[in-house]
């Protein structure tokens, strides 16, 4: 669905690169995440596969298309939510739907729709601007369906969000895979990443550094730990033991053996903890 072979692009033309040799292909059906801190190139590479910014050097294909020479019809194809709302604020959250359904050349779906799957129904007649932040992003998110996209970008698609509608969102993107739709997700929420994402990507100062599923990299460089809670002597104790380490798994043995356990479970790290680990960077 998309192809991506050794990209670069530079906003000055010269040899200081926002992206620079980036390569990567994402499968029909799959969600693809795109990771890194701000400024690692994510916003750069997005804007290029969706005709935003010019392509400098290197080859893109996106549905079938190639972005050295944009069609109409690859836009009928896909969807995008950007992370900064960009909607008509003299316009009401409906009329904005219905004046982005008549720039496809596709069935498009019911405004009506999109409004109540966000949550905006009773919203439809308001002005966008007098929408709070939160508001706004849930109909940028509505608006980049609207055209049944095969291929979705999703830009921070969870940001500034409270948790409930946060969810739902997230169970709306999880649908919308399951109906076929592929989809480009790009975050520096490795929460999200995790939870949503087949696989994920890891792009620092323009580079991608690996690529691989959340589990494969848990288990590549994640601690294999075992957290303990005991009672010895009256006092509850916490410990952390090793699952491969002979020395920690004798230790494990005797305090099982010793003690009332009150609660023992493994601990994989979180996708964050091996971003930093794998990159050397917080997610900034």
């Known amino acids: 669905m998309i192809k991506v072979s050794n ?3 530079s906003y000055n033309k010269d040899e200081h690169y926002a992206v620079k040799d980036v390569s990567f292909e994402v499968e029909e059906g799959e969600i693809f995440g795109f990771l890194g801190p701000s400024g690692a190139g994510k916003s750069t590479t997005q804007n290029i596969m969706t005709g935003l910014l010019q392509l400098q050097k290197g080859n893109v294909t996106v549905a079938g298309y190639d972005v050295k020479t944009i069609s109409n019809k690859m836009f009928n194809q896909i969807g995008m939510s950007f992370e900064e709302s960009n ?5 009401s959250a409906k009329e904005n739907l219905e004046f982005y359904r008549k720039l496809f050349d596709v069935e498009t779906r019911d405004p009506m729709e999109l409004l109540r799957l966000v949550g905006l129904h009773d919203k439809a ?3 966008a601007g007098e929408f709070s932040k939160g508001m706004k992003h849930r109909l940028t998110f509505a608006r980049s369906m609207i055209n049944n996209p095969t291929l979705w970008f999703l830009d921070e698609p969870t940001t500034g969000l409270d948790p409930a509608i946060a969810s739902e969102i997230k169970g709306i993107i999880r649908e919308q895979n399951k109906k ?5 997700l790009t975050t520096h929420n490795m929460y999200i990443a995790d939870e949503l994402c087949d696989r994920v990507a890891f792009i620092v100062d323009g580079e991608l550094l ?3 599923s959340p589990r494969n990299l848990k ?3 994640g601690d294999k730990l075992v957290e303990v809670e005991y009672i010895k002597e009256g006092e509850t104790i916490k410990e952390s033991f090793s699952t491969i380490q002979k020395e920690d798994l004798d230790k494990l043995q005797e305090v099982i053996g010793k003690y009332e356990i009150q609660t023992m479970h493994t601990k ?17």
């Open 210 to 212: 690996l690529i691989d």
């Open 7 to 9: 990209l670069y692009h």
């Open 268 to 284: 994989e790290a979180t996708l964050e903890e091996i971003f930093i680990k794998v990159t050397g960077r917080e997610l900034v």
């Open 125 to 127: 007649d308001i002005r």
């Open 219 to 221: 288990l590549q460089y």
């Open 87 to 91: 909607v008509y604020s003299k316009l």
């Open 180 to 184: 076929g739709v592929t989809i480009f």
